[in-house]
């Protein structure tokens, strides 16, 4: 099986920035891409940005040109730079690591448990 552990989150006044890590560990054959959406109360999971093991990233309207994501492909690990917070940022924010635990399994979407990011002065 595939954990998936988010950290980072935390309270930020607007204009603030902050970085979220999350680190996919456990039996992983293949990481194929790994991306982080968000939820805010209310309202339903929505995209922030994903990075394929290609390098290839997707973002949300919403956050592009403010939110940054990378990967260190050796640590399966997934970061988000975030910049420029505005309140309507804030949500819980998960980390989804679509992987191949053993060679004979499909592809699968795990999430970790999300980590609150709040943004207000």
């Known amino acids: 099986q595939v954990q998936v552990v988010e950290s980072g989150g935390g309270l930020v006044q607007p204009g603030g920035s902050l970085r979220l890590s999350c680190a996919a560990s456990?039996?992983?054959?293949?990481?194929?891409?790994m991306g982080w959406y968000r939820q805010a109360p209310g309202k339903q999971r929505e995209l922030v940005a994903t990075l394929t093991d290609g390098l290839s990233t997707n973002y949300a309207d919403s956050v592009k040109g403010r939110f940054t994501i990378s990967r260190d492909n050796a640590k399966n690990t997934v970061y988000l730079q975030m910049n420029i917070l505005k309140p309507e940022d804030t949500a819980v924010y998960y980390c989804?690591?679509?992987?191949?635990?053993?060679?004979?399994?499909?592809?699968?979407?795990?999430w970790g448990q999300g980590t609150q990011v709040t943004v207000s002065s």
């Open positions: 989804n690591c679509n992987a191949r635990s053993r060679s004979y399994d499909v592809r699968r979407d795990y």
């Open positions: 456990g039996t992983i054959f293949s990481v194929y891409a």
